[in-house]
C-alpha cells in the first residue's frame, strides 16, 4: 500500500510539470471523502480554475501547483483557486489567487508567487490575505477568519473601503496588519464588517488546532529559531509516506525526474502525548457540551471565556460569534439502532444584516417551535425552528449526518435561504444535544446562532 502510494505520488509529480496552461495544478493526495468540481477527487488528476474543491468530515485534499507551491483543503472544508496564471516570460505579471470558503486550509507560495507577491490574494468571506512569501493557515467561516503564519509573513485586512473581494494582490493600508512567523503563538482575526485584524496571542483557535494536520502533511520549513514545523512533537508512524509527499511538495528544477524518497528506518511506536484540547475523562462522569457567543459583537456579550474553558473541555469548532466544547468526562458512543427526538431547551440567536463595505447590524432574536430528532440506524438526523425577529417569523431546517462519537455534521446549504449549516454534538449527560448554526435568510441577511436540546 506504502509503495503503491510512494508510486502514484512521484508520477502526479512528474505530470505537475507538464500540466496544460488552464491547469492550476495537480492533487497529489486524497485521501477521506473530497470531490473537485463535484466529481470524486483522485490523485493525480488537474485541477482547473474555478473548480469547487470540498472535503467531508475524513477529507483531505493536497494539491500541488503548477509553480511547486502547495495548497491542502482539510476535513469539512471548501475553497477554489479562482486564478492561477503564472507569465513565464515575465514572472513578475503572474496573477493568483485563492478562495477558502468555510473552513481550513494551508497555502504555500510557489516559484512563480515569490516573484509576483504583488499579484497574489487569498480570500475568505470576511478578509483578504497577502504574502511576502510563505506558508501559512487559514481557518474560516461566513462571519470570522483566522490566520497562522508557518514560515514568511501575510498582510491581512478585513473587507471594507477600497479593500474589496475582488480586488487583486494584498490590501495595504492603515486597517491592515501583519504577521510573521516570527511572532510564535499569535494569530491574526477578522470578523465580518471589520476592517483592521485583532492579534490574538496563545489562542486555542489556531487553525492547526481546529483542524490538525495529518502526520503525513509535509513539513513547514522553519525560518531559523523563529519557526516551527507544522507536525513538530508528532511521532511520525507513516515515514516513508510522510518523505514521499515532502518530495513531491518540494521544488525541483525544469526537466528533472521526480524526486525519490530515501530510505527511512521505520519510526519507533510512542505513546501519542496528550493535547490540550483533549483533556482525560473524569472516571464515573459523563462528556457534557458547553455552547455560546464567546466574542462580543455590538452589545451582546460572550456567555464564556474561550481560553479558559478550552483549558478544561475538548474545543469541538467555532461558527461565528458561537463556540462549542465537550467537557471532561466518559467519550459518546452512538448507539447502532432507534431514533431519539429532543425538545428545544434554549437559544442564542442574532440576525445580521450585511450592506457591505463593512457595515452591518446585529439583532438579538429567538428560536421556537423546535425540532431535533435522530435516528441511529441509518446515522442521520433532522431539525428545524423558527426564528422570531422583531414582526417576523423565519422557518429554518437542516439534515445531516451522525457519527460514532455523537458529532453532528449538517449536510452543504449550497446558499439556500431558509436552510442552516449545522455542527453540533450529542451527550450522554442529562440527554443533551447541542449545535451552532448559520443560514441565510435573504440577500442581506443571515443568521449566526446555537441551541440546546433535551431528550423527549
Given at each position: 500500500?506504502?509503495?503503491?502510494?510512494?508510486?502514484?505520488?512521484?508520477?502526479?509529480?512528474?505530470?505537475?510539470?507538464?500540466?496544460?496552461?488552464?491547469?492550476?495544478?495537480?492533487?497529489i493526495f486524497t485521501s477521506g471523502k473530497a470531490s473537485i468540481g463535484g466529481q470524486p477527487a483522485q490523485e493525480g488528476a488537474g485541477v482547473q480554475e474555478g473548480q469547487l474543491l470540498a472535503?467531508?468530515?475524513?477529507?483531505?485534499?493536497?494539491?500541488?501547483?503548477?509553480?511547486?507551491?502547495?495548497?491542502?483543503?482539510?476535513?469539512?472544508?471548501?475553497?477554489?483557486?479562482?486564478?492561477?496564471?503564472?507569465?513565464?516570460?515575465?514572472?513578475?505579471?503572474?496573477?493568483?489567487?485563492?478562495?477558502?470558503?468555510?473552513?481550513?486550509?494551508?497555502?504555500?507560495?510557489?516559484?512563480?508567487?515569490?516573484?509576483?507577491?504583488?499579484?497574489?490574494?487569498?480570500?475568505?468571506?470576511?478578509?483578504?490575505?497577502?504574502?511576502?512569501?510563505?506558508?501559512?493557515?487559514?481557518?474560516?467561516?461566513?462571519?470570522?477568519?483566522?490566520?497562522?503564519?508557518?514560515?514568511?509573513?501575510?498582510?491581512?485586512?478585513?473587507f471594507a473601503g477600497a479593500c474589496n473581494p475582488q480586488g487583486a494582490g494584498p490590501c495595504e493600508g492603515g486597517a491592515s496588519r501583519e504577521l510573521s512567523a516570527a511572532q510564535r503563538g499569535l494569530l491574526l482575526q477578522v470578523t465580518r464588517g471589520q476592517a483592521a485584524p485583532q492579534l490574538l496571542s496563545g489562542s486555542p483557535l489556531s487553525p492547526d488546532l481546529v483542524s490538525p494536520p495529518r502526520a503525513d502533511e509535509p513539513v513547514a520549513k522553519t525560518d531559523g529559531a523563529a519557526g516551527s514545523a507544522v507536525n513538530a512533537g508528532t511521532p511520525n508512524l507513516e515515514a516513508q509516506k510522510t518523505v514521499a509527499l515532502n518530495a513531491i511538495a518540494d521544488k525541483a528544477p525544469p526537466g528533472a525526474p521526480p524526486a525519490q524518497p530515501a530510505p527511512v528506518q521505520p519510526a519507533p511506536v510512542m505513546p501519542t502525548p496528550a493535547t490540550p484540547t483533549q483533556p482525560p475523562p473524569v472516571p464515573g462522569v459523563q462528556s457534557g457540551v458547553l455552547w455560546g457567543r464567546w466574542v462580543q459583537s455590538d452589545a451582546y456579550y460572550p456567555k464564556f471565556n474561550l481560553a479558559t474553558e478550552a483549558a478544561n473541555a475538548t474545543l469541538v469548532l467555532t461558527n461565528g460569534d458561537y463556540a462549542l466544547l465537550r467537557t471532561k468526562g466518559n467519550d459518546y458512543v452512538a448507539p447502532n439502532n432507534g431514533s431519539i427526538g429532543f425538545m428545544l431547551r434554549d437559544s442564542d440567536v442574532v440576525v445580521i444584516t450585511d450592506y457591505g463595505y463593512g457595515s452591518r447590524t446585529v439583532a438579538a432574536a429567538t428560536a421556537g417551535n423546535g425540532a431535533l430528532s435522530v435516528d441511529f440506524g441509518r446515522r442521520t438526523f433532522s431539525t428545524r425552528f423558527d426564528v422570531f425577529s422583531k414582526d417576523e417569523k423565519l422557518p429554518f431546517q437542516a439534515t445531516g449526518t451522525v457519527g460514532g462519537d455523537g458529532r453532528l455534521y449538517g449536510d452543504e446549504t449550497k446558499g439556500r435561504a431558509g436552510y442552516l449549516n449545522v455542527q453540533g454534538l450529542l451527550s450522554n449527560d442529562k440527554g443533551g444535544a447541542a449545535y451552532i448554526f448559520d443560514g441565510k435568510v435573504d440577500a442581506l441577511r443571515s443568521v449566526n446562532g446555537a441551541t440546546y436540546w433535551q431528550q423527549r
Amino acid at each position: 500500500m506504502i509503495r503503491h502510494l510512494i508510486a502514484t505520488l512521484c508520477i502526479a509529480a512528474g505530470a505537475a510539470g507538464t500540466a496544460s496552461a488552464a491547469d492550476a495544478g495537480r492533487i497529489i493526495f486524497t485521501s477521506g471523502k473530497a470531490s473537485i468540481g463535484g466529481q470524486p477527487a483522485q490523485e493525480g488528476a488537474g485541477v482547473q480554475e474555478g473548480q469547487l474543491l470540498a472535503t467531508g468530515s475524513d477529507g483531505y485534499i493536497y494539491i500541488k501547483t503548477v509553480d511547486n507551491g502547495l495548497f491542502i483543503l482539510r476535513p469539512a472544508s471548501r475553497a477554489r483557486i479562482a486564478a492561477y496564471h503564472v507569465d513565464k516570460v515575465n514572472p513578475a505579471n503572474t496573477q493568483v489567487k485563492f478562495e477558502l470558503l468555510s473552513g481550513v486550509a494551508r497555502s504555500k507560495s510557489g516559484e512563480a508567487v515569490k516573484q509576483a507577491r504583488q499579484n497574489f490574494r487569498f480570500n475568505t468571506p470576511v478578509a483578504a490575505i497577502g504574502v511576502r512569501g510563505t506558508d501559512f493557515t487559514v481557518f474560516t467561516d461566513d462571519h470570522t477568519s483566522r490566520v497562522a503564519v508557518l514560515t514568511g509573513a501575510v498582510v491581512v485586512s478585513g473587507f471594507a473601503g477600497a479593500c474589496n473581494p475582488q480586488g487583486a494582490g494584498p490590501c495595504e493600508g492603515g486597517a491592515s496588519r501583519e504577521l510573521s512567523a516570527a511572532q510564535r503563538g499569535l494569530l491574526l482575526q477578522v470578523t465580518r464588517g471589520q476592517a483592521a485584524p485583532q492579534l490574538l496571542s496563545g489562542s486555542p483557535l489556531s487553525p492547526d488546532l481546529v483542524s490538525p494536520p495529518r502526520a503525513d502533511e509535509p513539513v513547514a520549513k522553519t525560518d531559523g529559531a523563529a519557526g516551527s514545523a507544522v507536525n513538530a512533537g508528532t511521532p511520525n508512524l507513516e515515514a516513508q509516506k510522510t518523505v514521499a509527499l515532502n518530495a513531491i511538495a518540494d521544488k525541483a528544477p525544469p526537466g528533472a525526474p521526480p524526486a525519490q524518497p530515501a530510505p527511512v528506518q521505520p519510526a519507533p511506536v510512542m505513546p501519542t502525548p496528550a493535547t490540550p484540547t483533549q483533556p482525560p475523562p473524569v472516571p464515573g462522569v459523563q462528556s457534557g457540551v458547553l455552547w455560546g457567543r464567546w466574542v462580543q459583537s455590538d452589545a451582546y456579550y460572550p456567555k464564556f471565556n474561550l481560553a479558559t474553558e478550552a483549558a478544561n473541555a475538548t474545543l469541538v469548532l467555532t461558527n461565528g460569534d458561537y463556540a462549542l466544547l465537550r467537557t471532561k468526562g466518559n467519550d459518546y458512543v452512538a448507539p447502532n439502532n432507534g431514533s431519539i427526538g429532543f425538545m428545544l431547551r434554549d437559544s442564542d440567536v442574532v440576525v445580521i444584516t450585511d450592506y457591505g463595505y463593512g457595515s452591518r447590524t446585529v439583532a438579538a432574536a429567538t428560536a421556537g417551535n423546535g425540532a431535533l430528532s435522530v435516528d441511529f440506524g441509518r446515522r442521520t438526523f433532522s431539525t428545524r425552528f423558527d426564528v422570531f425577529s422583531k414582526d417576523e417569523k423565519l422557518p429554518f431546517q437542516a439534515t445531516g449526518t451522525v457519527g460514532g462519537d455523537g458529532r453532528l455534521y449538517g449536510d452543504e446549504t449550497k446558499g439556500r435561504a431558509g436552510y442552516l449549516n449545522v455542527q453540533g454534538l450529542l451527550s450522554n449527560d442529562k440527554g443533551g444535544a447541542a449545535y451552532i448554526f448559520d443560514g441565510k435568510v435573504d440577500a442581506l441577511r443571515s443568521v449566526n446562532g446555537a441551541t440546546y436540546w433535551q431528550q423527549r
